[in-house]
């Protein structure tokens, strides 16, 4: 039971454009979301979060919106950059609970081209 | 100065084979974890200690045992290595608290022959 989908395997934009990067979640448990950035041969790192509180996180060029209704969630970008070119997982987690028992989904290539 | 550092990053070796994956933060976290990245490229908890205390133990084959000397490491022994455990195995640390976020290192890529 896959609790958290993103279902765009990878994304090609065009440098300067926006993207936006989706997640869906099923679990009505959770309630803070974040996204992770990851290269190759490195592990991921904390891009940013939202709390379930809200519906909007942003963060210089980064941007996370959130759809409870939907369970729905997106991250978007702008303007995208080569160096954003990286795989972005959506993690999803209820708050109060240890970070391990976030629930990953299995993450979105991104490629920025010049 | 690497926050969470795991050795080694590439360990190539035969079935049936006993290996150790270390970890170490230097963060001063209080928890840390093992995760495992399979080849549908799913991030799957294995295991998390808090203060060397074993709080998380997911559905993992007892060929895998954890171990946390102090709250700044935990390594990752696995006995009896088989095909299957071919993956890449990352390290992971985090403070308790509201929004918590997760370090990693940069992995260990394991390939079991």
């Known amino acids: 039971d896959q609790q958290v989908k993103q279902n765009s395997p990878s994304l090609s934009v065009q440098e300067g454009r926006i993207s936006i990067l989706n997640c869906d979640y099923t679990?009505?448990?959770?309630?803070?979301f974040l996204w992770y950035k990851k290269y190759p041969a490195e592990g991921p790192t904390f891009l940013i979060s939202?709390?379930?509180?809200?519906d909007k996180n942003e963060d210089g060029r980064f941007t996370v919106f959130l759809n409870k209704s939907a369970k729905h969630l997106s991250l978007h970008i702008v303007p995208s950059q080569p160096g954003d070119s990286a795989v972005y997982f959506c993690a999803a987690a209820t708050s109060g609970t240890n970070a391990g028992k976030s629930t990953f989904g299995d993450g979105t290539t991104l490629t920025v081209k010049p | 100065d690497t926050a969470v550092s795991q050795t080694p990053k590439y360990l190539v070796t035969q079935m049936g084979n006993d290996k150790s994956i270390k970890c170490e933060q230097n963060l001063g976290h209080d928890t840390m974890y093992w995760y495992k990245q399979d080849s549908k490229k799913f991030l799957k908890i294995m295991f998390s200690y808090n203060n060397k205390e074993l709080i998380i133990n997911e559905t993992v084959p007892n060929r895998f045992s954890p171990k946390s000397p102090d709250k700044a490491h935990l390594n990752l022994h696995i006995n009896s290595l088989e095909l299957g455990d071919s993956a890449v195995y990352f390290c992971?640390?985090?403070?308790?608290?509201?929004?918590?976020?997760?370090?990693f290192g940069s992995g260990t890529q394991l390939s079991v022959l």
């Open positions: 992971a640390s985090s403070q308790a608290g509201i929004g918590e976020k997760l370090f």
């Open positions: 679990n009505s448990m959770f309630d803070y």
């Open positions: 939202i709390s379930s509180i809200k």
